[in-house]
């Protein structure tokens, strides 16, 4: 466990509140070094050269309702819910042809289905009127659009147009404070220190391999450390395990206790 820390000082009331702040505010710091980070991507890539995404899709438009819908959902649920509206929607002119009635009918079995559906019909009718029915590769025209925030838009970048974004979701958040690799008190701060200490090479990959870490073997109850590849490494006081497993315990593949968290 880390050191306890002392009692904070009362802070003298004649410190200046630019000062106050910018301490309060500095990210702590990675305790990993370079060759350590290092080590810790090229095993994750060694063990997945490329890892996918979980979630159903069939072109970048129902891959960004997808994503849309899997908010506060599992994949596994969404998955469930979408080849149908898929199959009678895979284009936005489509689902606004289907109407957000029908729309919210189909994804019924998902978290926050109403709201949801509002979003769905509403991004579509915008891609039609603002972008040829086209889904843009822009971080900020994707945040324009209904439903659709950092993490959805970094998601699209990443696996419809290659681009090297990390999306920090509960599990990348989760990891990245519990072993302090990238400590931040916001996943915007864990985003940051993410792109700038993963290597280039792996930073493109780096986001799924850090969720089917945190999904599959970091878990948040109970982490799996005995089939973790990265236990040696890992600086975590309470693991509980310090010899890295070997590489097929990376993954879905390795799920054998049935405990996978979304
Ligand atoms: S050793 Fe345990 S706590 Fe550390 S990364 Fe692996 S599963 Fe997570």
């Given at each position: ?28 710091r ?32 129902t ?28 284009a ?42 086209v ?51 916001t ?60 590489p ?14 979304d």
């Amino acid at each position: 466990m880390a050191a306890p820390s002392r009692p904070a000082k009362s802070t003298p009331s004649s410190k200046p509140a630019a000062a106050k702040a910018s301490v309060r505010t500095k990210p702590a710091r990675s305790r990993y070094s370079k060759a350590e980070i290092e080590a810790i991507f090229r095993r994750f890539a060694a063990a997945e050269p490329e890892p996918k995404g979980e979630l159903f899709s069939l072109n970048t438009f129902t891959l960004l309702v997808a994503v849309v819908l899997s908010a506060q959902a599992t994949d596994a649920g969404v998955n469930k819910a979408t080849p149908e509206l898929f199959r009678l929607a895979d284009a936005p002119e489509k689902m606004v042809a289907l109407g957000e009635d029908r729309i919210r009918d189909l994804i019924k079995t998902i978290g926050l289905y109403k709201t949801k559906a509002k979003n769905v019909f509403l991004l579509s009718q915008q891609l039609v009127a603002e972008h040829g029915g086209v889904v843009p590769d822009d971080c900020e025209a994707l945040q324009a659009l209904p439903g659709v925030g950092r993490k959805t838009a970094n998601v699209v970048l990443n696996i419809a147009f290659g681009r090297p974004t990390i999306a920090v979701d509960t599990h990348i958040f989760r990891l990245a404070n519990r072993l302090g690799l990238a400590p931040g008190k916001t996943p915007e701060e864990v985003e940051r220190q993410l792109e700038r200490l993963i290597p280039e090479p792996y930073v493109r990959h780096s986001h799924h391999w850090l969720i089917l870490h945190g999904r599959y073997v970091c878990k948040a109850r109970k982490p799996a450390c005995e089939r973790c590849l990265i236990s040696d490494l890992c600086k975590w006081p309470e693991k509980t395990a310090d010899h890295p497993a070997m590489p097929v315990a990376f993954g879905a593949a390795a799920v054998n206790d049935g405990a996978v968290e979304d």
